[in-house]
């Protein structure tokens, strides 16, 4: 059983700050790439920003220069540290991690349940 529990999201206006953080715990082997996407309501879900073990990020054009993903690979867990926010990175904010399992080994592609990041003009 793996889980990735999620934390961070809530209200902040415009110009502000907010740190999402996404831990995974269960039988894991090992954690290849972590990734944020996120759901804004009427839209599909799209590729936020996205972390490699070996510390190679990828992020969407429309956040580039305003947030920053990192990890802790000890902790298994995986941070966004969102500045600047603006009112259209309303959405919800998923987590998502590519790992290899135990017991028995296996890939496993989880996602977290989602925390709520709203941002009044």
């Known amino acids: 059983q793996v889980q990735l529990v999620e934390s961070g999201g809530g209200l902040v206006q415009a110009g502000g700050s907010l740190r999402l953080s996404c831990a995974a715990s269960?039988?894991?082997?090992?954690?290849?790439?972590m990734g944020w996407y996120r759901q804004a309501p009427g839209k599909q879900r799209e590729l936020v920003a996205a972390i490699t073990s070996g510390g190679s990020t990828n992020y969407a054009d429309s956040v580039k220069d305003r947030f920053t993903i990192s990890r802790d690979n000890a902790k298994n867990t995986v941070y966004l540290q969102m500045n600047s926010l603006k009112p259209e990175d309303t959405a919800v904010y998923y987590c998502?991690?590519?790992?290899?399992?135990?017991?028995?080994?296996?890939?496993?592609?989880?996602w977290g349940q989602g925390t709520l990041v709203t941002v009044s003009s």
């Open positions: 269960g039988s894991i082997f090992n954690i290849n790439a």
């Open positions: 998502n991690a590519d790992m290899i399992t135990t017991g028995p080994y296996r890939y496993l592609e989880v």
